[in-house]
């Protein structure tokens, strides 16, 4: 996969992922799908204008760290602490069958030649 996940596509599967019967569940990824979109703009900016702008106040010109980056900042732990907040339910993981040869310890005499 290459790029950024679609924003549907995100939606999709965290909904899949709760109780879609708890309002307070649905409306928590309604909010996470929100900042997300918030995140991506504000990124877009920042690659656009750079990571350090230039400031011109009257006869002063000064370099500083832009703004938004601060803001992207405060938007991530938001969205980190309300996706702990959410109850996600387990997924159906397919169990991998195990095999009684270890996983690549030790090589066989056919690898050495």
């Given amino acids: 996969m290459s790029g950024a996940v679609k ?18 569940e649905v409306d928590k990824i309604k909010r996470y799908i929100a900042i997300v979109k918030q995140i991506r703009k504000l990124q877009s900016e920042i690659n656009k204008a750079g990571v350090i702008t230039t400031t011109i106040n009257a006869s002063q010109e000064f370099i ?39 996983d690549n310890d030790e090589p066989e005499v056919s690898d050495l030649y």
């Fill in 64 to 102: 500083k760290t832009n703004p938004a980056i601060n803001e992207l900042n405060k938007l991530t732990k938001t969205l980190i602490t309300l996706e702990n907040s959410i109850k996600f339910e387990k997924m159906e993981v397919p169990e991998i069958p195990k095999d009684n040869k270890k």
């Fill in 7 to 24: 924003i549907m596509d995100l939606e999709k599967q965290l909904m899949q992922r709760i109780n879609q019967d708890d309002l307070l």
